[in-house]
């Protein structure tokens, strides 16, 4: 990286399954005038502003960055839409780290949301083709066969999905942004909820939510703020073809490739030891064994064993997903912002209750599409 | 009924779109369209790594030459992994719970997703034998509408080793 770039504000709204009160412009809004504030910056100090979403169909609304250019003080400056699916909004930071990076901006503003109440994801998901069977039944039907060849490759047992329901809900309670708050939440509630795409069940599957998600960005010479800067250590985006012959969609090439630049640029060689948490898509809980595996955590086929013995909860020696992650909250495109923004938010020591003590290097991942598209960064407390 | 004159601000409505749209599918999705209107399977092989892909796009994703070989695939293929779909939605045709499963055809090195009838859903098993039941030959048309469903075929499973780096 030829310029330091630093996270020095941070964004993000009340994630719920409808927020009628407000339009998406006012959606995006808040979270930016939070992000602003905790910059102790105003709308005039951005020099560019880098948005993403989900595919645009979802809401019905083409181009919608145009239409948000006024609600995000964008108008007569640079703005940039990012579209990589469900990775979109780590990619989307990632686009805004490097016109920092390259010296093309001081302080620039990124954006990231969905509005599931205004849209049918379903629907959207399922358009009609003629070379595919009308089989879909949403994102959840297209991943529930890739963790049964995960668990019968790895001879996971099958409550480990459970196990991640849990705890990442246990751990949304100390966050007060997340949609989900289920104080009672056990393995039985999670078994006893129904089975959607078996082997999925409803509360091992992410939720529908409102909410966005923002972060502004700044070079070495336009620190501000409120809390000390999270530097960009390293980053990376990876894609992948959607379907090739010997194509391992629980062990992505592209995940691996994605993790091995972002690694050597960090200097990482050890991501359990040396990273003190982790923020990682997991929309559907056999994911978190699925990534471990794939981040390098651990061996092959040992994810699960890191989540059996409790290595990933709040109180483990790598928790991941200290915030609930998409488990607990899920406006799509925003999604992947928020694994980026939680671990700023770590590093910079502002995560609340939801802090690991002492986090100072941590890594934040997003996967989209059908597992074809990666972006990843780490973030630490000290200058690379 | 509500009074009109108070209720409160309307703040949504539900506007339903439609979209028709031409679908081009060029020379090489044409072949497989074409192929299924005569119920049965084209794929095509990459002259570099010898693969079979289907449908095949005209062109290797992984060594980014031209498919130029056509290939008749089987109409028998095996269950590589699956799910049981038991989630409604708008514009569905099939009674749920139904089984949603990645079907390798024999000869093929792509699987591809296919619906799984003529079995109760918790008797299906990664490894199954299944084959192609198309619809009746007037109804044929070049769609993969064309294939109602695959169906066991009474063979023994598959080994896991034989499918293993097909999921």
Not at chain 1, 91 to 107: C, D, E, P, W
Not at chain 1, 139 to 164: D, L, N, Q, T, W
Not at chain 2, 40 to 63: A, E, L, N
Not at chain 2, 84 to 109: K, R, T
């Amino acid at each position: 990286m030829a310029e330091r770039c630093a996270v020095i504000g941070v964004g993000q709204t009340h994630h719920k399954s409808k927020r009628d009160d407000v339009s998406i412009a006012g959606l995006v809004r808040e979270a930016a005038k939070m992000a602003l504030a905790d910059a102790d910056l105003t709308w005039s100090d951005i020099d560019a502003v880098v948005i993403g979403k989900a595919p645009d169909m979802f809401e019905g609304n083409m181009m919608p960055e145009i239409y948000l250019a006024p609600a995000l003080g964008a108008v007569g400056k640079p703005m940039f839409r990012v579209h990589t699916a469900g990775s979109v909004g780590g990619s989307t930071a990632l686009v805004a780290a490097h016109l920092i990076s390259s010296g093309i901006h001081k302080r620039v503003l990124t954006v990231a949301y969905e509005k599931q109440s205004d849209s049918d994801a379903m629907w959207a998901l399922s358009v009609p083709q003629p070379f595919a069977a009308p089989l879909l039944a949403g994102a959840g039907g297209y991943f529930a066969p890739h963790i049964r060849a995960y668990m019968r490759r790895s001879g996971a047992p099958e409550y480990i999905g459970r196990m991640v329901a849990v705890k990442d809900r246990k751990n949304a309670m100390r966050n007060p942004y997340a949609h989900l708050h289920l104080p009672d939440i056990d393995m039985k509630m999670v078994e006893d909820s129904m089975m959607l795409w078996d082997p999925l069940r409803y509360l091992e599957a992410c939720p529908s939510s409102d909410g966005a998600a923002a972060m502004v960005l700044s070079s070495e010479d336009a620190i501000s703020g409120h809390y000390p800067p999270a530097w960009i250590h390293g980053m990376a985006m990876r894609s992948e073809p959607t379907m090739f012959a010997g194509r391992d969609q629980i062990n992505p090439q592209a995940g691996r490739d994605c993790s091995a630049d972002v690694y050597a640029q960090a200097g990482i060689t050890n991501p359990r030891e040396q990273f003190d948490c982790a923020e990682v898509y997991v929309p559907f809980s056999w994911y978190e064994p699925m990534w471990l595996e794939n981040l390098g955590f651990c061996d092959l086929g040992d994810g699960w064993k890191l989540t059996e013995a409790g290595a990933t909860a709040f109180d483990g020696d790598i928790p991941w997903n200290a915030s609930g992650g998409v488990l607990s909250s899920n406006p799509i495109g925003a999604s992947g912002m928020l694994r980026f923004l939680e671990v700023a938010m770590q590093v910079r020591g502002q995560a609340g209750e939801h802090q690991v003590d002492g986090a100072k290097l941590a890594l934040g991942q997003a996967y989209g599409g059908g597992s074809q598209f990666f972006a990843m960064w780490v973030v630490g407390s000290e200058k690379p | 009924m509500a009074d009109e004159t108070t209720a409160g601000p309307v703040t949504t409505l539900a506007t339903p779109i439609r979209l028709d749209f031409d679908f081009t599918p060029g020379v090489a999705q044409s072949r497989f369209l074409r192929g299924l209107e005569q119920g049965k399977f084209m794929g095509q092989r990459c002259p570099s790594c010898g693969k079979v892909y289907v449908p095949s796009r005209g062109s290797c994703p992984t060594d980014g030459v031209p498919t130029t070989e056509d290939v008749l695939l089987s109409n028998v293929g095996t269950v590589t992994t699956y799910c049981v779909v038991n989630v409604p939605f708008a514009g569905q045709s099939i009674e749920i719970p139904y089984i949603c499963a990645q079907v390798l055809l024999d000869g093929a090195n792509v699987s591809f997703m296919g619906l799984i009838q003529e079995i109760p859903a918790d008797q299906i098993r990664m490894g199954m034998r299944v084959e192609a039941v198309w619809v009746d030959e007037s109804e044929l048309t070049p769609s993969l509408a064309s294939v109602r469903y695959f169906r066991p075929n009474g063979e023994t499973d598959a080994d896991y080793e034989t499918y293993k780096e097909y999921l």
